[in-house]
């Protein structure tokens, strides 16, 4: 197998289109939507999905412990449910969602974090797939279980003290991936019961912003403006956060494409930080 581009983070349909069933492909649906938006990631896996694919729950392959969503499982609990999955880390990984962009950012990261070194995202996604023609399919695949061992790497993730120093000491950018209006302040949060506003010291890129208008990430100069514009210097750390680690992860996948692959997200993210009560928030720009 010819192997997609490995200086960038996102694989073409094209690409997958002829690769599509060999042995070292594997790929992910990774829809996932929020309670609001009245659809169901698994419901809509169901009624299509690219031949093959394997759904991966954010929610379900998570910290079940946690009072904050999808959070990151144990390094030992990842491994089981993804070798439940059939999962290989000597596959070539392909993650897709619903959207064209979203949830399979997310899963691009935690796949990093866990160790997988070769996973990128269908760019454009199943919009994309199916706008083309390409086959779907309704049926579940029965993969394999696999043995994998347990892999972190602690440098793709900070937690919330880690963003109470970099915050502090501004030794690190973290830059917020929600809307202009959530990170102002000036509209409500999603879930009941957070403040809104921002950190203090933070920058804020929508994450619409880095995606084009058919789903598919930025060519690397859109980019590149749109993180300058946006007042971050690439030259210097990062860390993305949005509203619970999903969309950050789109920064994330943005900001590899620009050769940052050292970009760790704030798993916790603003329902973490805005629902405490030691934690500064600020307001406006």
């Known amino acids: 197998m010819s192997g997609p581009p490995k200086n960038d983070p996102m694989v073409s349909t094209v690409w997958l289109g002829e690769h599509l069933g060999e042995p070292d492909v594997q790929v992910i649906d990774a829809s996932w939507f929020m309670a609001g938006e009245n659809r169901s990631g698994r419901g809509e896996y169901d009624q299509a999905h690219i031949p093959g694919a394997l759904f991966f729950d954010i929610d379900a392959v998570a910290d079940r412990t946690s009072d904050l969503p999808h959070m990151l499982p144990t390094p030992q609990d990842f491994a089981r449910e993804a070798g439940a999955l059939g ?16 949830s399979a950012a997310r899963v691009w990261w935690t796949l990093r974090v866990m160790g997988f070194p070769r996973v990128q995202v269908l760019d454009g996604g199943f919009p994309k797939w199916r706008a083309e023609g390409r086959p779907i399919e309704t049926d579940r695949p029965t993969p394999e279980p696999t043995t994998l061992p347990s892999v972190y790497d602690p440098e793709l993730v900070r937690d919330i003290e880690a963003v109470r120093q970099l915050l502090s000491e501004r030794d690190a950018q973290l830059i917020d991936a929600r809307s202009g209006e959530r990170f102002r302040g000036e509209a409500p949060e999603p879930r009941a019961g957070l403040r809104s506003g921002h950190m203090p010291g933070a920058l804020n890129l929508p994450f619409g912003e880095v995606v084009g208008p058919q789903g598919t990430l930025k060519p690397a100069a859109e980019l590149r403006r749109a993180f300058e514009t946006a007042g971050a210097d690439l030259s210097r750390p990062i860390v993305t956060s949005c ?7 789109v920064l994330a996948l943005a900001l590899a494409r620009l050769g940052r692959e050292d970009v760790a997200v704030y798993d916790g993210s603003w329902t973490e930080w805005a629902g405490r009560t030691d934690t500064a928030v600020v307001a406006g720009r």
């Open 87 to 102: 999962l290989s880390r000597d596959a070539q990984v392909v993650v897709y969602d619903s959207l064209g962009i979203r």
């Open 243 to 249: 509203g619970s680690g999903v969309t950050a992860a």
